[in-house]
C-alpha cells in the first residue's frame, strides 16, 4: 500500500480513498474466488517447491527412505533394495533418493493420460507423504480420477493390521522357519474376510530341477501380492498342514492405510528374492514400517533373516497387541480323534476310505457327543484324503454330503468339540542362534569345548515354541582343547543337519529322514582321530510311545571322505535306533544306538551308544549331560560332557 | 559377491534329492470339492521340501482383490453382494460342513456377510442345521442354489 501519511497526498486523495479501498478489497475478493489455482500457483510456484524440497534435504527423512527400501550401502549413496526398474521415476533412483524424490515431486503436479501415468494414482503413499511434509494442498494439484486406486482401496476398507505366522509343515523341517505375511482388516468382524498381503518368489518355470538354488541365490523374483485371507487360510492350513498364528497389531485405521497404499505402490515390482536374507519376513518389515515410520525394523540386514525372528523383532518394537492360534486340519483330526475311543476312530477312518456307511458311526455304544464328534473327524480326514488327490471330485462331493446329512441330523450339541489347546507360541521358544561352553573328558584325558550354531533348533533344545522330532542345525561348529596334551582341535562343522522324526498313528502315515553333511571328528585305522567329510542320509519310522516318548529306527548310509583313509573314502551302511523323551517341558533325555558296516574300501565297523540329557534352566539357557562309548576300527572310546547352552 | 557366497552355500545343500513337483491341477467350479492346489505339490514330502526355499506362490502376481464369479449362475434371492458370492463360491466345502455341524467360523462370516443380526445368529444356525438336506440337495448343488435355499430355509 502506497504512503498516504503527506497532507497533500491525503488532500488531493482524501475523498477518493474509502472508494480506491472498496475497489481494491473489491478485485482482490472477485480474483480469490474466481481463480483460486492462479493465485496458488503464484504463491506456490512448483519451482519453489522443489527448491525448498533440496533445500531442506527431505529425501533424507526416515519416510522417503522407507517408501523407497533404501539402504545404506557402504560409503556410497544409499541403495534401494527394489531391483525393478518400474518402481523409479528417474533414471539413477534407484541409487539416487534425491533424482528420485524431484522426480516424483515433478510428477504429482502432472496428470497423464491414464492412471499408470500418474503419478499421484501409481504412488499415492509417496504423494501423501510428499502433500504433507511439504504442506501442498490437495487444489494445488491437478484434478486427476485414480478410479482403480479408488475402487480398490474401497473394497479392502483398511482399518486393522494382523501379522501371520504360518508355522512348521509336518515331516519339513526346512518350513519350520516359518513364512510371515500380513492380513489387512476391514470393518468385517471375521478375519476371513480380511485381505493377506504376501512377499513370495514366483518362479516363472515352475518344477524347476534347479529350484531350490535358484530360491537361495536370487534368481527368482520376487512380489507382493493381495488375495482374500481366507484362500491362504486354506493353503496352510488343508493343503500345507502347517498352524497358524495371528498377532493383531496396535497399528491405527490411519497408518494401516498408509500400509496399504505402499502395498498398492509395490504391486507387479519385483526385487530379487533371496531366501536367506530378502526373504518373505523382510520384505514385509518394510510395509509395516511404511505405517509408522518411528519404528525401526529394517535396520540391520543381516546374514540370515529367520521369520520367528521378525515376528519377536514386530514384538520388541512394541507393535504387537496379542496371539492368536489357528490349527491346521491335520493337528484339529489329531485332537478330534483324541476325544473318541479307538473303535469310533477305526470307523471314522473306514468312513473316510468309503469302507464304511456313514450311519455306522451312529453306533449306540456311543455317546451322542462321540458320535457326532467320529463324523465331523470322518468329515475332516475325507478333505483331508482329497487335498491329497486319493479320490476323484466326483466320489468326494457325494461321501461328504452323505457324511455332513448324517451329522446334522444328530443336532448342535452332539459333537461340541473342545478347543484345541495351543501350543507355545513360536516367538516365545528359544531364541535361534546357540553356544555352548563345556567341559568333558576322553580316554580320561580332560578337555574344554566352545561350540557354537547359528541357527536354529536340535532334537535336545527344548521343544516348546519348535516343532517335536524336528532338527535343523546350520553351521554347528565345535572347537576343543585338551590342555594336557596341548592340543586346540576343530571338533566338528556339521554344514546342515536335517533330522525329521514324524510319529505314525492310525491316520497318519509319514517317514521320518535324515540328512546332513559336514566335518566330524573320526577314529582311524590308526586310531588317531581325523577330520573327515561326511555326506550322511537316511529314512525310517517313528512312533510315539507312552513311556519312551518318541521311538525312531532308521536304515542310514555314510560317505566319508578324508586323506587320512587309505582310499580316500569309504562308503558305509548301517541303521539307528533310539528314543528322544521330553518331561514336563524341562528335562529332555535321548537315547540312541547306531551301527555301520563299511564293507568297500577300507573295511571296519562302527557302533556308537549316546545317552544324551538337557535340561531346560530358562528359556534361553540350558544345561546338557551326555555320555558317548563307541567302538571304531576296532578301538573302543568312552567320553562324558556337560555343557552350559546359551541360546541368542 | 552375495551370490558367490550363497553359491557355495547352495552347493553344500545339495545333499537334498530334489524330484519334480506334482503336476498342476486347478480346480475351480462352483459346487463342492473346489481346491485351489495351483501348482502346489500332492504332499509328497520331497515336494514339499522344494517350496520350503522360496513360499512360493506360483499363481498371483496381481491384486486379486475382485475374483469373477461370472461363469457361475447368480443367486436370485439376494442383493447384488460380490464378497458373499465369492465367499461362498471359494468356501463351499467349509461352509457345508459348518453348517452340518451348527458351528463354524465359515458360517460366521457366511451370517455376516447376510447381516444376521448377532441375536439371530443362533436360530439361523439351528435352522440351516435342522434344514441341512433341503440346502445342500445334492452332490451337485451350486453356489446360487446354495444361497438361494439357504434364504428360504431361514425366513
Redesign the interface.
Known sequence: MPDRSGTRQSEVYGAKRPVYLFFALLTAMIVAVGAPCALAEESMPVEAILARATAEAIHRERPWQILLHYKPSGSESPRSLVDDPKFFLAPDGKTNPAAELDATLRGLFQAGATEDDTVRCRFPARAAWLQERLGIPTERLPPVACDTLAREMAAVDPQRTVLVFPAAYLNNPASMFGHTFLRVDSGYQSPLLGYAVNYSAHPPTPNDFLYSFKGILGFYPGYYSLLPYYEKVKEYTSLEHRDIWEYPLNLTPEETRRLALHVWELQGISSDYYFFDENCSFNILFLIEAARPTVNLTDRLPLWVIPSDTVRAVQDAGLVAGALYRPAQATLIRHLAAQVPREAQVTALAVARGEAAPESARDASLSAPEQGRTLELAAEFLQYRYARKELEKEEFNRRFLEILRNRSALGAGAGDALPVVAPTRPDQGHRTGRGEVAVGVRQREFFTELAWRPAYHDLLDPSAGYSEGAQINFLDTSVRVYPRKGQLRLQRLRVLDILSLSPRDLLFKPVSWKVNTGLDRETMADGNERLIIRLNAGGGLAYAIDRLGLVHVMAEADLNLSDRLRDKVDIGVGGSVGFVREVAGIWKVALTLKGFSYPLFEEHTKVQAILAQNVRITTNTSLEVSLTGERTFGYDRFEGKMGWKYFF | M??IV??V??L??A??P?L???T??S?T?C???T???G??A??S?MS???????????G????????GTSECTQPAKIAENE?LI??VR??M??L??D?????G??L??FA??LQVPAEQRPAF??KL??N??RV?T???VEMAEVIDNAVTVTN
Open positions: 552375495k551370490k550363497l553359491a552355500a547352495a553344500l545343500m545333499a537334498t530334489v519334480a513337483a506334482g498342476a491341477r480346480n467350479g459346487g463342492l470339492g481346491v485351489l492346489w501348482n502346489k500332492d504332499g514330502t514339499q521340501s522344494l517350496q520350503a526355499t522360496t513360499n512360493g506362490t506360483f498371483n502376481q496381481t491384486f486379486g482383490i475382485t475374483t464378497r465369492n465367499f471359494a468356501n466345502d467349509d457345508a460342513k453348517i452340518a455341524q451348527g458351528r467360523e465359515s460366521d462370516t455376516e456377510l444356525n439351528a442345521q435342522q441341512f438336506g445342500f445334492s452332490s451337485k
